[in-house]
């Protein structure tokens, strides 16, 4: 890839801001301006260009830049000062800055020869990219139903067989095999079929896990049992044994009628291994698995046919590409002439289209950049036998420089790895990846690409917030196979248990440690330079002695699915680190604040967090699970104004602090406070946090010996901005229901266990005295709500209509057993597309039954209904 400089570009905009209380920069000291400048103006002309062939000396000098500076850093760091004076200048530094200019000077001519090269179309091309992405920030909402509404063409007559095949009358356990070859569309046919409302709402149980031909067992039955019965419980078995973890798994399914989906199987010696244990309940359960083997379809079950899934025809194939590029925009007649050619020699991939589709949807509409991109891809077919591979390869070397790093990053993750967005965009904010523009955060900037990964296709997106917005993202093997192979290119990363690498010091590795962490010393031997490390496994583990002990420059250090006995006090020592996520059984103990740079803090519930944490200028994002506010009354609160999440727990005889914490995180975007104490008259006034989205409030304290909860009754002033709202076990004044509305954002609510109240039951008797009736007034519009969560809530009527939520897409109602029945108006919402009805009354499951039945009666078949565990109160 054309080397990104901005790591080193946000290193030096880091020492060199004035507006930093630790770095002071000698003013006689220019060589560290001198170095920032040369690095943007050649990371400017790389991004102008194609230019590829000065690779290795960028990618050399910019880490001989960055390990002399950041070994300077760490060394300062480590001294014990508060305040450090930068007086780096070193004939290395001087050599790298000289280094850059004769980088600066060749960089011109080969830029100059390719405009001459008849390269100027590419050229064309890319800067069109750049404009259209420019445009797409402007476009607020298009993300979520653009990349939720996937096109999909040539297998809706396979959706509808293989639909009939899994809710048919036969009671007889099942196995339905869906056969055909790599990069077909067997997952996207599989993935389909998982989440049709009609599949979703036909099985008690519905699992999803992926195979392959190394596979893990362990982490098979993991997962599994996570989909079964959540992924709390299922970290309660950790430490059984594969033969335990089989057992379990048999018991939650005997009885139940359920769906397993085995993704990407190869072998029949797996099915032999795993076939008991998927019982026969005699009531229709379904297993469905994917396979390019038809003997592993075969021998799973000869008694029914497989699915075979056939490539697109030529017509499909362009009408899946015109479809990714077009829309319902018509296409000219030359531009379908080229499309047409360059989708038939795709193959009938569906794959290879949806790639090319997201590039040329990028590309400028001209029948000189359409032709350009047709012979490269003709070409590329024609000079190599690995056809999907090389018209991939073209999608990822017409990625922008910025977005190369980011999609290589995915590299770091095992096959079908399921991971979070936000955690994605704050691991490449800590790398240093995105550039800081304007008045938008680094996030936003880095959500921004993270849906133009999605658009090209490079990414899919796996799971849904309950708003319809993006939230998991994962990779297609194939295109990780590219990840993998363009990682060992470029020297991006050392994945453990991955393809064998040559090179040595590695600036990122990743460990999969599914089996354990003996040979991890082994694994970190020349690991002096590196800046990241990502261990991936589940289970409860030993932090290895020694370990990464030379990596002292560390940046980032992820432990995903990982316990510890104790907080690993050896991580202090990598006070350069941006990026940290532990779990462990200890509280954090002193020493936190050594860790300057530190952006993320990701861990569990500590109740005794040491002050010190607030001396953490640079923080982020901090997900410590209750954090105790401090009650001394001398405490002050430092204001961290880059902090945009945080989780807090206010202790008896704190609430006076209250005012003091939220004055220190003027920027906070999500924030969680929960009481342990019963307060009646708290005034929690968040007006001044203008950039709060999502505001969680809960009452969590359970006094032995009692029967009743006690609730924690406030009120909330708001700012305009809210757009997610969680109340747990609290009391709500109906006027502060009524101030709900008048929240023109919020998209989400959630009210769990809460009460109704009216304003002179204050007392602590007021939950007998609650009024139990929520009625939504006709002035009271929630005009962006998209999801209503009502859960265990003492509510007996419910008055409302379609006039007050008119946005409401997908209502759910959990453990509500006093509540007579759904407002019938709420049938009448045009976007209403999801009614959930769980350990409810059938009081209620008969009025929802009746909101969907009259709605399909008047035409409206797209509202479902979705019911579970009725209770006969």
Known sequence: MAYNLQPLITILEGILDPGQPRWVVDENNPHLQSLLDKATSLQQLLDKSSLTKLDTQIREVAHRAEDIIESHMVDRMLSGSDCVIFTLSTPDLQQVTRDLDSLMEQAGKLVEMECKNMQRELDSAMEQVKLVEMEDKKMLSSSSSSSKSAVVVGIHEDLTQLKDRLTSMEKKREIVPIVGMGEIGKITLARKLYEDPLIVGHFDYRAWTTVSQDYNMRKILLNLLSCIIGKEECDQHMQKETHELKDVLRKNLFGRKYLIVLDDMWSTKFWDEM??????????????????????????????????????????SWNLLRQLVFGEEDCSPELQEIGEKISGVCGGLPLAISVIGGLLSKMERSKDVWKKLGDNVIAAISESDERCYSILSLSYNHLPNHLKPCFLYMGAYPEDYVIKGSRLVRLWVAEGFVKSNGERSLEEEAEDWLKSLVERNLFMVRNYKVN???????????????????????????????????????????LDISNGMDDINGSTESVSLTRSVICIGRGRIEFPYGAFSTSRLLRVLDFTDMWFSEFPTEIFEFVNLRFLCVYCNSNIPRGISRLWNLQTLITNRHFDVPSELWQLSELRYLKVYGIELLKDEEMNYSVLK????????????????????????????????????????????????????????????????IEHYL????????????????????????????????????EVLKLSGCIFISEENTSEEEENTSEEVWEVAEEDVFCSLQFLYL????????????????????????????????????GEIPTLQLIEVEECTKSIVTSAERIVEEQSENGNYDLKLRISHTRDW
């Open 711 to 746: 609730y924690c009754h406030f009120k909330v002033i708001f700012p305009c901005n809210i757009k997610k709202l969680h109340l747990f076990r609290c009391g709500l004044h109906l006027e502060m229901l009524r101030s709900f509305s008048t929240l023109l954002k919020l």
């Open 642 to 705: 880059n902090l945009q999440m945080i989780s807090a727990r206010v202790a008896e005889d704190a609430t006076t602090y209250l005012d003091g914490f939220l004055e220190s995180i003027p920027n906070i975007k999500k924030l969680e406070i929960g009481y342990n104490l019963q307060v009646t008259s708290t005034v929690i006034d968040l007006s001044h946090l203008r950039k709060l989205e999502i505001f969680r409030c809960s009452y969590w304290r359970v006094l032995p010996f």
């Open 275 to 316: 076939r008991m244990y998927f019982p026969d309940n005699n009531n229709g359960s379904r297993i469905v698995f994917t396979t390019r083997e038809s003997d592993v379809a075969n021998y799973a079950d000869s008694s029914r046919s497989q699915h075979q899934v056939q490539l697109l025809s030529e017509s499909e």
């Open 791 to 826: 859960e265990g809530l003492d509510l007996v009527r419910w008055i409302a209509d379609e006039t007050n939520f008119p946005r409401l897409r997908h209502l759910r109602l959990y453990f509500c057993y006093n509540l007579e029945e759904i407002p019938n108006g709420i």
């Open 468 to 510: 319809g917005k993006p939230m998991c993202y994962s990779m297609h093997d194939m295109l990780r196979d590219i990840c993998i192979r363009k990682c060992g290119e470029d020297k991006f990363w050392y994945v453990k248990n991955g393809p064998k690498v040559t090179f040595s010091n590695p600036r990122r590795v990743s």
